[in-house]
């Protein structure tokens, strides 16, 4: 059964950069058939498309993220990985992990989310 | 402002049926079948309910269908269960620039 985990600090200060790494076990990252994305929640808010990667390092983001994120794979350790600059408040949110299926352009598995909270 | 225009709640007594819609654009819901359904309860990751409009993916109770007609996607579950009480997103395709969109998310109430 494969599963996504993210790991990464919850507590990030307002202009620095947010790093978190999902860890995918269970399955190879390594699939043509997948996309691997990052998804968030700000607190009591819907959900916000970060930007997804493929195995062999293609990037996509979300248009209005795009100047700050930074998306990569290590498909060594099968892990991949955020980055978002400049933080502010409002990047305070829940971010999940998942993977995306090509075929489906549908997100079915879920990593359980972390959260991430920006303050000085 | 989400790219996806979903109504904020809708409500059903047990075993009824309830229809959420997601309203988008020629650039998204309308222009591709590619429209997806997820459930959040509580505290919980989404849950992968209804992908590529009407499909279910493995798992998933045949009393959830997904229908579109023109730029407007919707979501029926069937016969109410309580364990149905959640938000629910509704996501599509927008093509190379967008790439994906989300709904502002449906709350369903069960009575």
């Known amino acids: 059964q494969l599963q996504l985990q993210e790991s990464g600090p919850g507590l990030v200060k307002p202009s620095e950069t947010l790093s978190l790494t999902c860890t995918v076990s269970?399955?190879?990252?390594?699939?043509?058939?997948?996309?691997w994305g990052w998804i968030r929640q700000p607190p009591g808010k819907g959900l916000e498309w970060i930007g997804s990667?493929?195995?062999?390092?293609?990037?996509y983001y979300n248009p209005s993220l795009k100047s700050r994120v930074t998306i990569s794979v290590d498909t060594s350790k099968n892990q991949f990985s955020l980055k978002l600059s400049s933080v502010t408040a409002a990047d305070t949110a829940v971010y999940y992990c998942?993977?995306?299926?090509?075929?489906?352009?549908?997100?079915?598995?879920w990593g359980q989310g972390t959260v991430v909270t920006v303050s000085s | 402002q989400s790219a996806l225009t979903q109504p904020p709640s809708a409500s059903g007594s047990p075993g009824q049926s309830v229809t959420i819609s997601c309203t988008g654009t020629?650039?998204?819901?309308?222009?591709?079948?590619?429209v997806s359904w997820y459930q959040q309860h509580p505290g919980k990751a989404p849950k992968l309910m209804i992908y590529?409009?009407?499909k279910r993916p493995s798992g998933v109770p045949d009393r959830f269908s997904g229908s579109k007609s023109g730029n407007t996607a919707s979501l029926t579950v069937s016969g109410l269960q309580a364990e149905d009480e959640a938000d629910y997103y509704c996501?599509?395709?927008?093509?190379?620039?967008?790439?994906?969109?989300f709904g502002g998310g449906t709350k369903l109430t069960v009575l």
């Open positions: 998942a993977r995306h299926v090509v075929d489906w352009d549908a997100s079915d598995i």
């Open positions: 269970g399955g190879s990252i390594s699939s043509s058939s997948y996309y």
């Open positions: 990667i493929y195995y062999s390092g293609s990037t």
């Open positions: 020629s650039s998204d819901v309308g222009g591709y079948n590619y």
């Open positions: 590529e409009v009407t």
């Open positions: 996501s599509s395709y927008a093509g190379s620039y967008n790439h994906w969109v």
